[in-house]
C-alpha cells in the first residue's frame, strides 16, 4: 500500500517545529527517523495530514554530560548514541539496551526521541529510561516542561506529551557510586526483533556488599514498562544472595499482566519475565563487586 497524502514541512529549529505543530492541528506529526512512522503510514494505519520533519534540527542532536546528567538530545540517532564512548563510559546499561534495538540500518536513521515517544511496550529505550528515572523534556508554543519516566508512559503506544508537543531532550541521572553495576536481559525471536520480555537493572552495593541503591524494571510485560518497587524494596539492604534474588523474583509473575499474541503467551511471557530479571539482577550484581566488568 502507499501512504495517504499528506503535506510536508522540513524544519531547521525547534521553535519553527513547535510552531509548525501548533499550525497543523491534531492531525499534524514529527518524523524522525521515519522506522516506526513510514511503515504505519504505508499501511494506513496512520495517517498525519501534515509531516514535519525534524532531521534537519541541528539543536535536537548531541550527547553531553551536565551536571550529575547524561543528557541526549531526542533527534540523536540510536547508532551514534550506541557507538559513543561517553555513553558507555557513563550509561552502560543505555548502550547495553540499544545493541538490542533493530539492526545497524534502523539504528542508523531512528532516533532515541522517536522511540520513547512511539512508547512501543517491548522496546528497549522507554524501558530504560523508566529503570534510570530519565527526564523528557518537552516543547511546545505553550512552554517548555519536564516528564519524568514514571509518568511519561501511560499505556501501550501512549504517552504525556501533547499532540502539540516536541520531545526536545532526554537527561538520564548519573550514579556517583564506586561499586555500581548494571543488568539487561532479554528474549526475542531474532536478534532485531523488538523483546518478547526484557528486564534492566542498576544497584549499587557498600563496602559489605549490602545494596544501597536498586533499581529494577521489566518490559514487555505489561503496557508500558513497568518499575518492580516491592522486589526492590524486599532486595534493597541484603546482600543479593542467589537464594534471596531467586525467591524475591518468584512474586514476579504475579505482579505482570502480559499480553499474548502469536509470538508468545501470557504465561510464557510471564515466565521468561521472572528468569531474565534473576539473570539481570545477578549480572549487576557481579558486575557491581568487579566480578563480571
Ligand atoms: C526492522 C525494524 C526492527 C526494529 N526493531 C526494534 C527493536 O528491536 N526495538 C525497538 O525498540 N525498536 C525497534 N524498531 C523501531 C525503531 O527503534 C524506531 O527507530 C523507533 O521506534 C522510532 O524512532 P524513529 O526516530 O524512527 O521515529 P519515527 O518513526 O520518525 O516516529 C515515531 C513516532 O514518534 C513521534 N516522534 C518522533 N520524534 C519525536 C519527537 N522528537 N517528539 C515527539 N514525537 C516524536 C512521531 O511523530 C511518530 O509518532 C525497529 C524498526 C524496524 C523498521
Given at each position: 500500500?502507499?501512504?495517504?497524502?499528506?503535506?510536508?514541512?522540513?524544519?531547521?529549529s525547534?521553535?519553527?517545529a513547535?510552531?509548525?505543530?501548533?499550525?497543523?492541528?491534531?492531525?499534524?506529526?514529527?518524523i524522525a527517523g521515519?522506522?516506526?512512522?513510514?511503515?504505519?503510514m504505508?499501511?494506513?494505519?496512520?495517517?498525519p495530514?501534515?509531516?514535519i520533519?525534524?532531521?534537519?534540527?541541528?539543536?535536537?542532536?548531541?550527547?553531553?554530560?551536565?551536571?550529575?546528567?547524561?543528557v541526549?538530545g531526542?533527534?540523536?540517532r540510536?547508532?551514534?548514541?550506541?557507538?559513543?564512548?561517553?555513553?558507555?563510559?557513563?550509561?552502560?546499561l543505555?548502550?547495553?539496551?540499544l545493541?538490542?534495538?533493530?539492526?545497524?540500518?534502523?539504528?542508523?536513521?531512528?532516533t532515541?526521541?522517536?522511540?520513547?515517544?512511539n512508547?512501543?511496550?517491548?522496546?528497549?529505550?522507554?524501558l530504560?529510561?523508566k529503570?534510570?528515572?530519565?527526564?523528557m523534556?518537552?516543547?511546545s508554543?505553550?512552554?517548555?516542561?519536564?516528564?519524568?519516566?514514571?509518568?511519561?508512559?501511560?499505556?501501550?503506544?501512549?504517552?504525556?506529551?501533547?499532540?502539540?508537543?516536541?520531545?526536545?531532550e532526554?537527561?538520564?541521572?548519573?550514579?556517583?557510586?564506586q561499586?555500581?553495576g548494571?543488568?539487561?536481559?532479554?528474549?526475542?525471536?531474532?536478534?532485531?526483533d523488538f523483546a518478547l520480555?526484557?528486564?534492566?537493572?542498576?544497584?549499587?552495593?557498600?563496602?559489605?556488599?549490602?545494596?544501597?541503591?536498586?533499581?529494577?524494571?521489566?518490559?514487555?510485560?505489561?503496557?508500558?514498562?513497568?518499575?518492580?518497587?516491592?522486589i526492590?524494596a524486599?532486595?534493597?539492604g541484603?546482600?543479593?544472595?542467589?537464594?534471596l534474588?531467586?525467591?524475591?523474583?518468584?512474586?514476579?509473575?504475579?505482579?505482570?499482566?502480559?499480553?499474548?499474541?502469536?509470538h508468545?503467551?501470557?504465561?510464557?511471557?510471564?515466565?521468561?519475565?521472572?528468569?531474565?530479571?534473576e539473570?539481570?539482577?545477578?549480572?549487576?550484581?557481579?558486575?557491581?563487586?568487579?566480578?563480571?566488568?
Amino acid at each position: 500500500m502507499k501512504a495517504a497524502p499528506f503535506d510536508y514541512r522540513r524544519v531547521t529549529s525547534i521553535d519553527e517545529a513547535c510552531r509548525a505543530l501548533a499550525d497543523g492541528g491534531d492531525d499534524a506529526r514529527l518524523i524522525a527517523g521515519g522506522q516506526t512512522l513510514v511503515p504505519l503510514m504505508a499501511m494506513r494505519l496512520a495517517r498525519p495530514t501534515l509531516l514535519i520533519d525534524i532531521n534537519g534540527i541541528a539543536e535536537m542532536s548531541g550527547i553531553a554530560i551536565v551536571g550529575g546528567h547524561l543528557v541526549i538530545g531526542a533527534g540523536t540517532r540510536q547508532a551514534e548514541i550506541l557507538d559513543s564512548p561517553v555513553v558507555k563510559n557513563h550509561l552502560p546499561l543505555l548502550t547495553d539496551a540499544l545493541s538490542h534495538v533493530g539492526h545497524d540500518q534502523t539504528r542508523n536513521r531512528g532516533t532515541i526521541g522517536g522511540s520513547l515517544a512511539n512508547a512501543d511496550p517491548a522496546a528497549e529505550l522507554p524501558l530504560i529510561a523508566k529503570v534510570l528515572d530519565a527526564e523528557m523534556v518537552a516543547r511546545s508554543v505553550d512552554g517548555t516542561r519536564t516528564i519524568a519516566a514514571a509518568s511519561f508512559f501511560e499505556s501501550a503506544m501512549a504517552t504525556a506529551l501533547a499532540a502539540n508537543e516536541c520531545l526536545t531532550e532526554i537527561r538520564f541521572p548519573l550514579w556517583q557510586e564506586q561499586k555500581t553495576g548494571y543488568g539487561f536481559h532479554e528474549v526475542s525471536i531474532r536478534d532485531s526483533d523488538f523483546a518478547l520480555a526484557a528486564a534492566a537493572v542498576q544497584l549499587t552495593l557498600d563496602n559489605g556488599g549490602a545494596c544501597t541503591r536498586l533499581h529494577m524494571a521489566i518490559g514487555g510485560a505489561s503496557p508500558a514498562p513497568m518499575r518492580l518497587g516491592e522486589i526492590e524494596a524486599a532486595l534493597m539492604g541484603t546482600t543479593l544472595d542467589d537464594s534471596l534474588i531467586h525467591a524475591e523474583t518468584a512474586r514476579l509473575a504475579a505482579l505482570v499482566d502480559p499480553q499474548g499474541d502469536i509470538h508468545a503467551d501470557a504465561a510464557y511471557r510471564r515466565r521468561v519475565a521472572r528468569v531474565l530479571t534473576e539473570r539481570a539482577l545477578l549480572s549487576a550484581r557481579d558486575r557491581a563487586i568487579g566480578a563480571n566488568p
